[in-house]
Every structure is written in structure tokens, then in C-alpha cells.
């Protein structure tokens, strides 16, 4: 059985910086194909892809975001750790981690999210 | 990149049928996934790769994809079908698109 699940942080104030980790079981991320990726939702807001790390270390960041973003993984412990930068309260938000089984591939098994709050 | 939009919302009596467009420039050219997000749960791949549906998904949901709009359609829609979706894509440079999000209701 596929499953993930964030962990982090609850709030965090201005100016900090977030980590969260994506745990993850029944499945490796050494599996050629493999990705995991971090998407976020603010409260009453859509969907917004952050990152993807691919089992051959390969990165990708959205546009936007790309100078605070660093998505790393630690294979020995199935993690998927995500570090954003210079938190602003307009970053307060669901942060959800997700596979895909090929680049390019759908998000076919979610965690089932953390909220993190910017606030001072 | 890709702007993807979605209706706001739909309206659709139980049994009938409901369509979620999704409209992007050239959208027809990458492959759409659909997911089903109810409230205060993750989303839920739905439909991959335009009109393929994950193992667990109903046959009363299909896809299609083509020009610059991808489309899910429930057919006999149910009042477990009453949820948020969203369309995703791919542009070449392996970065993800989500659509600003449909609200199905089933009056």
C-alpha cells in the first residue's frame, strides 16, 4: 500500500524558513520513474504546484517560486524534504505532498496534507 | 506554461449529466489529469492521461481532451459526485499546472 505524509511545522512567523518533510511508504523513490512532488492550498484557494525531485535527483521548481524553493530526498529514510524561504503571510496554506510514477505522469496517491499559518 | 480555466462552479440534478471544461493555449498538445477534492480531504486522481480512469474510479466519469480545452464529464451524476475538481497539466519543461478549480453541486 502507497501512502505519504507530511510533517512540519504548524505556524511559522515572517521572514523564516518552512521545512516539511513527505514521508513515504510502498514504494522507492530509487524505482526508475518515480517522482514526488509538494503542491499547496491556500485556505478556499486552488491547487499549486511547488516542486518534483525524480528518483535520478533531477529537480523542478514552478516559475514563481523557484529562488526559495529547495526540494531534496533522503532514500535511506523514504523522505521528501521541501524548504521554502522568507515565509509571508500570503504563504499560509495546505502543503500536500504526492507521486507521480513517471515525469510528466499524474499525482496518483496525495497525503494527506499539513497547514501551515504565517503569522506573527 | 499554461493558465488553465475552469467554470467556477456547476449545477447538475442527481442522474443527469455534468461537464468541467478546462481551457488552456493548446491544451490538446499534453495529456490532462482530473482530480476530485471533497471538503477538508486531499484531492483524488479521478482521470489521467485525458481519458483514462484510475482502478476504484466509476465509468460514469470519462474525459476528453482536444484544441485548447479538456473536458470530464460525469454521466448519471450521484450525490457523492458533489465535490471540487481540478484539471492539471504538464508543459515540456516538466513544471505542473492546476486549473482554478470547478464546484460541482448536484441540487
Known amino acids: 500500500q502507497v501512502t505519504l505524509r507530511e510533517s512540519g511545522p504548524a505556524l511559522v512567523k515572517p521572514t523564516q524558513t518552512l521545512t516539511l518533510t513527505c514521508t513515504f511508504s510502498g514504494f522507492s523513490l530509487s524505482t526508475g520513474g518515480v517522482c514526488v512532488s509538494w503542491i499547496r492550498q491556500p485556505p478556499g484557494k486552488a491547487l499549486e504546484w511547488l516542486a518534483l525531485i525524480d528518483w535520478d535527483d533531477n529537480e523542478y521548481y514552478t516559475t514563481s517560486l523557484k529562488t526559495r524553493l529547495t526540494i531534496s530526498k533522503d532514500t535511506s529514510k523514504n523522505h521528501v524534504i521541501l524548504t521554502m524561504t522568507n515565509m509571508a503571510p500570503v504563504d499560509t496554506a495546505t502543503y500536500f505532498c504526492?507521486?507521480?510514477?513517471?515525469?510528466?505522469?499524474?499525482?496518483?496517491?496525495w497525503g494527506r496534507g499539513t497547514m501551515v499559518t504565517v503569522s506573527s | 506554461s499554461y493558465e488553465l480555466t475552469q467554470p467556477p462552479s456547476v449545477s447538475v440534478s442527481p442522474g443527469q449529466t455534468a461537464s468541467i471544461t478546462c481551457s488552456g493555449d493548446?491544451?490538446?498538445?499534453?495529456?490532462v489529469s482530473w482530480y476530485q477534492q471533497k471538503p477538508g480531504q486531499s484531492p483524488v486522481l479521478v482521470m489521467y492521461q485525458d481519458a483514462k480512469r484510475p482502478s476504484g474510479i466509476p465509468e460514469r466519469f470519462s474525459g476528453s481532451n482536444s484544441g485548447n480545452t479538456a473536458t470530464l464529464t460525469i454521466s448519471g451524476t450521484q450525490a457523492m459526485d458533489e465535490a471540487d475538481y481540478y484539471c492539471?497539466?504538464?508543459?515540456?519543461?516538466?513544471?505542473?499546472?492546476f486549473g482554478t478549480g470547478t464546484k460541482v453541486t448536484v441540487l
Open positions: 493548446k491544451l490538446g498538445d499534453t495529456f
Open positions: 492539471q497539466a504538464w508543459d515540456s519543461n516538466i513544471l505542473s499546472f
Open positions: 504526492a507521486r507521480s510514477s513517471a515525469r510528466a505522469d499524474a499525482f496518483d496517491v
